[in-house]
């Protein structure tokens, strides 16, 4: 368990029981042990649970000995297939829309990965058990030769000609992304509560007026992008919306947001508001 600043819990999953198959088992408890490594030495706003089981017995039994704490998990991975040649893929969670979901998906939109998305479906790993009743968590797999989909699957050729370190490491730096996404999914409310607040005097808007929506160097045109990002902050946070919705809404990437918010609570024009949406968010589209 690594826990964070928040009694929030996601988890993260992975399992030990297909003896000499190299993409369906080993990459998945070598890249599971590895983003444990990335995530031990981070200051985490949510906490993370860490579980190594047999598949399908071991989620059940682990489930039967944690049922009222498993009932508060948020969301999760399940890590699987995650080092062979071929596509990348994503496997959605029951619903669909939650906010691991939302985290993986955002994480491929700035990376600029393509990806082949697989529908939830009982036929599957663990998912099957963290998010059947009455648990209902929202589990999801981010892939490199998903299960079921290549050739060598179940056989001995996937072996350790099949994988690669490099796919592994791919496909961990996807996870990592969508994690930080996570920890970064914040909802703000407004200090000031009604109309567009003075930047002026708060030094926030820039003292040169041709600075702003004019043909500029680059160097303003970075400071025009943290202006906007603030302004859009500061009209769509009332509380209600995440950072990913906002995301959703304006195109702005979630980083760049952060970015932006930590500057609107610097300057007592935001504050963070803990708020977890677990299996659905409803976005308005732009």
Known sequence: MLKGNSKKEFLISTYCCHPSLGNDNLSGMVLWALLLRE????ELRYSYRFLIIPETIGAIAYLSKNEESA??????FVITSVAGPGKIGYKSSFSGKSLVDNAILNAFRYMGKKFIKYPFDIQGSDERQFSSNPFRIPMCSITKDKYYEYKYYHT??????????????????????AIENLEKNIVYEPVVKACEPMLGKRGAYPKIGGSINQNKPKDLENKKSILDTMKWLLFYCDGT????EISEITSIPITELEHAGKKLIEISLLKEKECIKKNVLKVEKK
Not at 241 to 244: A, C, I, R, T
């Open 71 to 76: 009932k508060k998990i948020e969301g999760g």
């Open 241 to 244: 919306k995440s950072l990913f």
């Open 39 to 42: 995530l031990k030495g981070r």
């Open 156 to 177: 001995s050729l996937d072996n350790l000609n099949f994988i690669k370190s490099k796919y592994l490491v791919g496909t961990l730096g996807i996870y990592v992304n």
